[in-house]
T-cell receptor, first 112, second 109 residues
């Protein structure tokens, strides 16, 4: 099992460009999450999907959209990237929201 | 004040020492998680607990619900334990985790 995979690993964007971060899990988990991690701050939840077909905002959703494509895949889209979105993005999944989360390797995003 | 506070922020110790990392939180919770983030960036879940104590190898996690406090202990520390340790809580009735800022642990040989 690959666990949680994320693509790309690293990306450089110019301000105003758009991109989609991909996440997939092969553990048959129902719940999936997108976090960002910035220096000096804890992980912050952007969006989550408690189960297939549902998505909800987290702590810092502005500037992002998500799609729960199917049970395996949960993508994060930046429509118009801003330098403030420079961060490391982690995808995670869990059996249900009340269970331990499994994290992907992260995507390092730099917006110039 | 953050909902989840960890102390210390940074900790350096010698191999073999007993390590304690603390986590305090301000809300009623249904569960507390301890996670480890390796120097390469990967994040691994270590423990999920709602009462008492859990042990896995050299790692022990305890929680005191009344005092809203948890500790992560590492016995016989080793340089490979060097990582950032993160505490996270799920408030009662909530689906989301709230994370502390992490404690950076360095174990010198």
């Amino acid at each position: 099992n690959a666990g949680v995979t994320q693509t790309p690993k690293f990306q450089v964007l110019k301000t105003g460009q758009s991109m989609t971060l991909q996440c997939a899990q092969d553990m048959n988990h129902n719940s999936m999450y997108w976090y960002r991690q910035d220096p000096g701050m804890g992980l912050r939840l952007i969006y989550y999907s408690a189960s297939e077909g549902t998505t909800d905002k987290g702590e810092v959703p502005n500037g992002y959209n998500v799609s729960r494509l199917n049970k395996r895949e949960f993508s994060l889209r930046l429509e118009s990237a801003a330098p403030s979105q420079t961060s490391v993005y982690f995808c995670a999944s869990s059996v249900w929201t009340r269970e331990a989360q499994y994290f992907g390797p992260g995507t390092r995003l730099l917006v110039l | 004040k953050n909902e989840v506070e960890q102390s210390p922020q940074n900790l350096t110790a010698q191999e073999g020492e007993f390590i304690t990392i603390n986590c305090s939180y301000s809300v009623g919770i249904s569960a507390l998680h301890w996670l480890q983030q390796h120097p390469g960036g990967g994040i691994v879940s270590l423990f999920m607990l709602s009462s008492g104590k859990k042990k896995h190898g050299r790692l022990i996690a305890t929680i005191n619900i009344q005092e809203k406090h948890s500790s992560l202990h590492i016995t016989a520390s080793h340089p490979r334990d060097s990582a950032v340790y993160i505490c996270a809580v799920r408030a009662q009735g909530a689906q989301k985790l709230v994370f502390g800022q992490g404690t950076r642990l360095t174990i010198n040989p």
